[in-house]
C-alpha cells in the first residue's frame, strides 16, 4: 500500500515529539531509543558484561509487563536484582543482547524486540529475561506460545554497571 509511513507501524514510526528522538531501527529489526545517554567511557559491547535493571512489556498483549527486575527482590528492600548477562554468550534473548549494545553506565533506553529477535520457543528453556513469578510466565507464554500472535516485546532498561 501506500499509506503514509506514520500508519503503517503506529507507535514505533510515529514521529517524535520536539526535542524526542526516535527509533533508530538497527539491521536485525530490533529499534532502539535512548532517553538519557549514560556517561564514561565504556561502551557495552560483545564480551561486555552488563547489569541491567529492566522492565519487559508484551506490546500486544496491551503492554502487560512479564519481567521487572525490581520486583525480582530477595532482599526485601526493593532493591531489585538487576539482568546480569555477557552480551554474545546467548544466554539472553538475541533483541536484548543487539539492543544494549553502544550503551554507557547509567544509561535509559526503550528497546523494541521483534518476535525473530525474541524468545526461541523450540528450545528446552527460555532465554533471560525469564519471568520469576508464574502469572508473568504464563503471560509470557500466552503470547510467544501462540503462532497467532505478534510476540513483539518493549524493554526499558537502565544499565547500572557494565564491565
Request: aromatic share 6%; glycine share 12%.
Amino acid at each position: 500500500g501506500n499509506k503514509p509511513k506514520e500508519f503503517t507501524d503506529v507507535g514505533t514510526q510515529a514521529p517524535a515529539p520536539d526535542g524526542e528522538t526516535p527509533f533508530r531501527t538497527l539491521d536485525s529489526g530490533v529499534k532502539v531509543k535512548d532517553f538519557r545517554p549514560g556517561s564514561g567511557d565504556a561502551i557495552a559491547q560483545r564480551g561486555t558484561k552488563v547489569s541491567l535493571q529492566l522492565t519487559g512489556r508484551l506490546l500486544n498483549l496491551n503492554g502487560v509487563i512479564f519481567y521487572d527486575s525490581k520486583k525480582n527482590d530477595d532482599t526485601g528492600f526493593g532493591e531489585g536484582l538487576p539482568l546480569t548477562f555477557v552480551i554474545g554468550e546467548g544466554t539472553a534473548i538475541p533483541g536484548l543482547e543487539e539492543g544494549v549494545q553502544g550503551m554507557r553506565k547509567g544509561g535509559i533506553r526503550r528497546i523494541i524486540v521483534p518476535e525473530a529477535m525474541g524468545y526461541d520457543t523450540t528450545k528446552d528453556k527460555l532465554l533471560e529475561p525469564v519471568p520469576f513469578t508464574a502469572d508473568t510466565q504464563r503471560a509470557l507464554d500466552s503470547v510467544i506460545r501462540n503462532k497467532r500472535r505478534d510476540a513483539s516485546l518493549l524493554f526499558d532498561v537502565k544499565l547500572e554497571r557494565l564491565k
